[in-house]
Nanobody, 124 residues
């Protein structure tokens, strides 16, 4: 069974940092493109940071450039989203996804595997 499990969400003050984790099981995450998406109630899900297989391309949503980064730990079969200088508008449920189209210009939602999501709330 192909599975992604996110963790690391929570409540953080504006300007703070969080690291989200996405652990894969049933497949090798390094073989695929990976991505982080987020969704606010009433709005469409949006791509945040995505990386292609072999780490050739990385997509960053304009609003997170310079603040968010993505990394992989192949030994742990895990991908991370490092979020710094968090803002209230970053509040959302964050999802990780695997095996999806990624280029430097886009991060497509047509992923084969999705996690269940983790809530990130940025508030004082």
């Amino acid at each position: 069974q192909l599975q992604l499990v996110e963790s690391g969400g929570g409540l953080v003050q504006p300007g703070g940092s969080l690291r989200l984790s996405c652990a894969a099981s049933g497949f090798t995450l390094d073989d695929y493109a990976v991505g982080w998406f987020r969704q606010v109630p009433g709005k469409e899900r949006e791509g945040v940071v995505c990386r292609s297989g072999e780490n050739k391309y990385t997509y960053y949503r304009e609003s997170v450039k310079g603040r968010f980064t993505i990394s992989r730990d192949n030994a742990k079969n895990t991908v991370y989203l490092h979020m710094n200088s968090l803002k209230a508008e970053d509040t959302a449920v964050y999802f990780c996804a695997a095996d999806l189209p990624v280029s430097n210009a886009y991060c497509d939602e047509r992923a084969r595997v999705w996690g269940q999501g983790t809530q990130v709330t940025v508030s004082s």
